[in-house]
């Protein structure tokens, strides 16, 4: 039996870094409407929707940089969206800066929220994989200073029950690290839903722009294809006062095959009818996790970041010298 719902995925063109919130969410809402008009029950909008991609500017004062930053759900740029979201009865996963004052201390955190249908915040994420660096590399004429303007988050990957079925949520770099997925997947999540922003310059070595789209679509089929999971990945791209970003927003199937993918850099709703019993059946088959996973085997994962040699192998370029290939 099929339980098939249609899901829906903004992408937004540029935001430039005279461009008003207000601005930014009339945008989130005119594609919100074009979604309930193709009957979509929720919207996926991307990461840090409501301003430009500031981490790329570098910032002292938080009297600079504060102006990006939302405070409280939904803050007051948000809240004409969540009230035409609720009169449409859609629900919205959306991307912004949090700063948000706990113990006495103020924190600020990349950050992603679940909206059900019925205005309620449902979920809540931020982001755990932030790329870049705290300080200037000044490698290019752009920087990525997300370790600058955010925690690291301390809400973990959770999946949300919602009216529309199991949510996952992350946000973008999250999307590279194939344990953000499976931690999600191993709470039952068969949607999941993230925003991205990527340049299409690699600010670390020269890359041709065309792997910049490879990754991204290599990241999200392969996520859908190992936790038989829907996705649904929303770009902000094109060049935000001239510093380009990918699009290719896409919906992902559990088969791992890419259904509906945006064809522009600019504002565009793309849409599926997508059947969560698939994903089901798959997670009952080929990769039903109970009979399948052996965790005794999974250890180092979670207890080791980078890589460390065992001490009873031979170290690399030992079999060279013997004359031997190591195979
Ligand atoms: N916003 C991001 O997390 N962007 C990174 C870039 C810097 C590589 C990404 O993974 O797309």
């Not at 939904?74 to 009169?87: D, G, N, Q, T």
């Not at 792997?211 to 999971?229: D, I």
């Amino acid at each position: 039996m099929s339980r098939t719902r249609i899901f829906a995925v903004g992408q937004l063109g540029p935001i430039s870094l005279a461009d008003s919130k207000e601005a930014a969410v009339a945008r989130l809402i005119a594609l919100l409407r074009e979604a309930h008009g193709r009957g979509a029950v929720w919207i996926t909008f991307p990461e840090l929707a409501l301003t430009t991609f500031f981490p790329r500017y570098v910032y002292d004062d938080p009297a600079d940089y504060d102006r990006f930053f939302e405070e409280g759900l939904p803050s007051p740029a948000m809240r004409p969206l969540f009230e035409v979201a609720r009169e449409l009865g859609i629900g919205f996963y959306l991307g912004f800066a949090e700063k948000v004052v706990e113990g006495g201390e103020t924190h600020r955190y990349n950050t992603a929220i679940l909206v059900e249908r019925d205005g309620r915040v449902i979920g809540k994420y931020r982001k755990i994989h932030l790329p870049g660096t705290r300080d200037p590399i000044r490698k290019a004429n752009f920087e990525h200073l997300e370790k600058r303007y955010f925690e690291v988050g301390d809400l973990g990957f959770r999946s949300f029950g919602s009216s529309v079925g199991r949510i996952g949520l992350c946000i973008c770099n999250d999307r590279r690290w194939p344990e953000t997925f499976r931690v999600m997947a191993l709470q039952g999540a068969e949607v999941f839903l993230l925003g991205y922003n990527t340049p299409t310059l690699n600010i670390h070595h020269p890359e041709p722009a065309h792997l910049r789209e490879f990754h991204n679509r290599l990241s999200l089929e392969s996520a859908a294809y190992q936790n038989a999971a829907w996705v649904m990945a929303a770009a902000k791209c094109g060049a935000e006062d001239g510093f380009a970003m990918i699009g290719g927003s896409a919906i992902v199937a559990p088969t791992g095959e890419t259904v509906a993918r945006a064809s522009g850099e600019d504002d565009e709703v793309i849409s599926y009818a997508c059947d969560l019993e698939l994903g089901a059946y798959i997670r009952r088959s080929v990769f039903d996790f109970a009979r399948h996973r052996r965790i005794e085997h999974y250890g180092l994962i979670a207890s080791q970041t980078g890589i460390v040699i065992p001490e009873d192998e031979p170290a690399a370029g030992d079999a060279g010298e013997t004359g031997k290939a190591a195979e």
